[in-house]
Antibody
């Protein structure tokens, strides 16, 4: 069965960076995209960006340009999302989601369990 | 505020039919597909409807989606207590070159 298992919760200070991992299993990792979506406490969903796992090509939401990097290691079927220059407003649950279909036609059909990133001095 | 507009809350009694609206623009809903996600309390979102009105396997046919112009709707018939959740619409936005979500609608089953 398809599974996306994310790394554990993180506590960071303002200005620091965080790297969240998302390990995929149950399907051919390179055949699907990985998207990252975050959810601040009590708030809605916010898309951060996507990655073509096969090519490594990425696309980021304008809001996160310059601060986010998405990467993958196909040998271990793992995707990564790194966010730098953290501020308190980045406190959120970060989800990876499999994109089934190409870019704007993709549906997010499987989600990771989420990783809580807390940013506090 | 969100690019897609949803009512913050909706409610119904068991067995009732409820609808949740999602309003967008020509650069998102009107030009491409709408997706709906269900988020039960304390869990990750789950795909409910894709490409306007398609249900993934395992999603009951009580859930249906529709789209007209710059708006879309999610309908839930035969409302059940386990439908109590947050519902989000989503669409690709051509102007932003990215996915946009509605603010979410909290559904309460009375």
């Amino acid at each position: 069965q398809v599974q996306l298992v994310q790394s554990g919760a993180e506590v960071k200070k303002p200005g620091a960076s965080v790297k969240v991992s998302c390990k995929a299993s149950g399907y051919t990792f390179t055949n699907y995209e990985i998207n990252w979506v975050r959810q601040a406490p009590g708030q809605g969903l916010e898309w951060m960006g996507w990655m073509n796992v096969n090519s490594g090509n990425t696309g980021y939401a304008q809001k996160f340009q310059g601060r986010v990097t998405m990467a993958r290691d196909t040998s271990i079927s793992t995707a990564y999302m790194e966010l730098t220059s953290l501020r308190s407003e980045d406190t959120a649950i970060y989800y990876c989601a499999r994109g089934n279909g190409q870019l704007y036609l993709a549906r997010f059909d499987y989600w990771g369990q989420g990783t809580l990133v807390s940013v506090s001095s | 505020q969100s690019v897609l507009t949803q009512p913050p809350s909706a409610s119904g009694t068991p067995g009732q039919r409820v609808t949740i609206s999602c309003s967008g623009s020509s650069s998102n809903i009107e030009s491409l597909y709408v997706y709906w996600y269900q988020q039960l309390p304390g869990t990750a979102p789950k795909l409910l409807i894709y490409r306007n009105n398609q249900r993934p396997s395992g999603v009951p046919d009580r859930f249906s989606g529709s789209k007209s112009g710059t708006s879309a709707s999610l309908a839930i018939s035969g409302l059940r207590s386990e439908d109590e959740a947050d519902y989000y619409c989503a669409a690709w936005d051509d102007n932003l070159s990215g996915w946009v979500f509605g603010g979410g609608t909290k559904l309460t089953v009375l």
